[in-house]
């Protein structure tokens, strides 16, 4: 049985740091693709970032680019979101979610396969 399991969230003052962590179990992150997505309150879900194994390319969300790192432990199953510079926008539940085994990152973010139950991110001074 595949599970997601985000930990990592809570509050910090615009341009503090958190570092997500989702830990996955049921499979193997071996030609999978893996990422985060959020939701901001009255808005859509949103991608921020992609790593695909099979490719192994990286994918950002313009708002995040420069700000965000995604990366993983293979040997723990598990991927990372590294936020720096947090801004009040940032403010969202952010889930980790997974696709495959599939070639690349999916294009639209329903494309997931698997996700986490999300953990709140929420930046204010």
């Known amino acids: 049985q595949v599970q997601l399991v985000e930990s990592g969230g809570g509050l910090v003052q615009p341009g503090g740091s958190l570092r997500l962590s989702c830990a996955a179990s049921g499979f193997t992150l071996k030609n999978y693709a893996i990422g985060w997505v959020r939701q901001a309150p009255g808005k859509e879900r949103e991608g921020v970032a992609c790593f695909s194994d099979s490719d192994g390319s990286t994918h950002y969300a313009d708002s995040v680019k420069g700000r965000f790192t995604i990366s993983r432990d293979n040997a723990k199953n598990t991927w990372y979101l590294q936020m720096n510079s947090l801004k009040p926008e940032d403010t969202a539940v952010y889930y980790c979610?997974?696709?495959?085994?599939?070639?690349?990152?999916?294009?639209?973010?329903?494309?997931?396969?698997?996700w986490g139950r999300g953990t709140q991110v929420t930046v204010s001074s």
């Open positions: 979610a997974a696709d495959g085994p599939a070639p690349r990152c999916p294009a639209r973010i329903y494309e997931y396969d698997y």
